[in-house]
């Protein structure tokens, strides 16, 4: 398997902000104090109020709009992977999604912080004689996470991935689109022949 930890999307020729304080300007002036942000395509942010993060929201589309795709908060959060702000002080109360081609507060070229295309859409490639020759140099589009790639390696050395407990708790099934049946162990080969399988893989956030 080959495969990448995450996308870069590309910057050349982007919207740079490097003041850094884009978020704190427009929220601190409207007695929405910020505890912290971190931001690059996407800002992560912490309010010292998480009651204000109505208020926040609509301040920063207010007076930002221009360069914002989207705002998440709430369940939007928890939707998105992360955890909830209400019970879990390590969850931002926002996440602010800048539109394409904007960074702030860097002067990098290429940024992986957001749910972008080229942030989250990254090329999987499998190789290995057990896929079926039908399979063998296909694309397979459908989107898969990460974390099938450790199910579907057990499964292909003949082992339980059942085993793992934290695919058990969290429903995680191996990738799908590749052919690749449970081999008896003592079939298994140090070497095999090249054939490719390739599928596009969204990284968990």
């Known amino acids: 398997m080959l495969t990448a930890k995450h996308g870069q999307s590309p910057r050349v020729g982007a919207v740079i902000d490097e003041s850094t304080e884009l978020v704190v300007s427009t929220l601190g002036p409207a007695g929405i104090p910020v505890l912290k942000t971190t931001d690059d395509d996407v800002s992560l942010i912490w309010l010292a109020d998480s009651s204000q993060t109505a208020a926040a929201k609509a301040k920063l589309l207010q007076d930002q709009g221009s360069i914002i ?58 190789g290995g004689g057990d896929i079926p020759l039908g399979l063998q140099g296909s694309i397979q589009d459908g989107n898969v996470l990460d974390t099938q790639i450790a199910p579907t390696m057990l499964e292909a050395l003949g082992l339980n991935p059942s085993l793992l407990q934290g695919a058990v708790i ?36």
Request: hydrophobic share 40%; no cysteine; proline share 6%.
């Open 69 to 126: 795709d989207k705002i998440l908060t709430g369940s939007d959060l928890t939707a998105a992977g992360l955890g909830n702000p209400a019970n879990d002080d390590r969850a931002p109360d926002l996440i602010v999604e800048y539109k394409q081609g904007y960074l702030l507060g860097s002067n990098k070229r290429g940024e992986h912080g957001g749910f972008s295309e080229d942030d989250s859409h990254i090329a999987l490639i499998l």
């Open 170 to 205: 969290d429903g995680t099934s191996d990738l799908p689109g590749s052919g690749i049946a449970v081999p008896e162990p003592a079939a298994l080969a140090l070497l095999m022949p090249l054939a490719g399988v390739v599928l596009m893989r969204r990284r968990r956030v």
